[in-house]
């Protein structure tokens, strides 16, 4: 029936409205890892936003849920579980550390550690490696909290992105997008000799913010162009080693703009140039 509904052409825009009604409804509660809107700016896309979540990902409620996410997972014993996207990156640092290129990590938005717990599983850290995570307080907090509990030396915390200062391995998974100007930031403050960017929302349309439903926050996010992401960090001295797919994530912006949507993400090898 719906079918027929939307093949009439006075009822398409009486079809949409009630579609697009009834996806704002679901969005403002409970659609996790659902998105909404098309903005140029993060302002903007904040502005849009329900009254019914707060907005932001320095959320004690937030910081709290992962915790709690880690201990239904076992990570006490376990050490973590790790999903397909992770695998390029446990491959591509497995070879900066055998070749002896880095053992110093700034992992960006690592939240309470999990790929310094996860990733040990898979690769033999250096003696002397240093793992440092930068996130919001409320994440930090719990991290130093969990890091304690485990007796775990070399894993260290921040909440500023300045102490990529010295650090040779820069890896980020899933938090880029909500962060305005990385490659600039790091121009300025310092610029690793690798950068592993995980889940990336990369396609090749023009580059805009849209709004993500995070589950107990909603937060702005970026949708990059490829090639214009690519080239940001072209200019500031980095090649492209290599590129995957990671099939896991998705940005489907509904109903609004369909083509704008990102069936999925993207994970990307920098070096720094000689």
Not at 83 to 94: Q, R, T
Not at 106 to 114: P, S, T, Y
Not at 195 to 223: A, E, I
Not at 246 to 267: A, L, M, T, W
């Amino acid at each position: 029936m719906k079918k027929i509904i939307k093949q009439i052409p006075f009822a398409k825009p009486i079809y949409r409205f009630f579609q697009e009604k009834q996806y704002k409804h679901r969005f403002a509660r409970d659609c996790y890892g659902c998105f909404s809107g098309v903005f140029q700016t993060f302002e903007e896309a904040i502005e849009s936003a329900p009254q019914t979540k707060s907005i932001g990902y320095d959320s004690a409620e937030l910081a709290q849920e992962y915790q709690q996410m880690l201990e239904d997972n076992n990570w006490e014993n376990s050490g973590g579980v790790i999903a397909s996207y992770d695998y390029p990156i446990i491959f591509w640092l497995s070879s900066i550390f055998h070749h002896n290129q880095g053992k110093t990590i700034f992992d960006f938005g690592g939240n309470v550690g999990i790929h310094f717990y996860s990733y040990a599983k898979y690769i033999e850290y250096p003696k002397d490696l240093t793992w440092m995570v930068c996130d919001v307080p409320a994440i930090v907090n719990h991290g130093i909290t969990l890091a304690k509990k485990r007796s775990v030396e070399n894993l260290e915390f921040t909440v500023d992105l300045k102490d990529v200062k010295g650090k040779e391995i820069f890896i980020s998974s899933g938090a880029i997008q909500y962060v305005e100007n990385l490659a600039s930031s790091l121009s300025l403050y310092h610029k690793p000799k690798h950068l592993l960017l995980n889940r990336l929302p990369l396609y090749n349309g023009n580059q805009y913010v849209t709004l993500q439903n995070g589950g107990k926050v909603f937060y702005p996010q970026y949708v990059f162009n490829q090639i214009e992401f690519i080239e940001q960090f072209s200019k500031i001295g980095y090649e492209l080693v290599d590129i995957w797919e990671d099939r896991n994530d998705s940005c489907i912006i509904i109903p609004y703009d369909p083509e704008k949507s990102v069936p999925f993400y993207h994970g990307l090898y920098f070096k720094l140039k000689a």
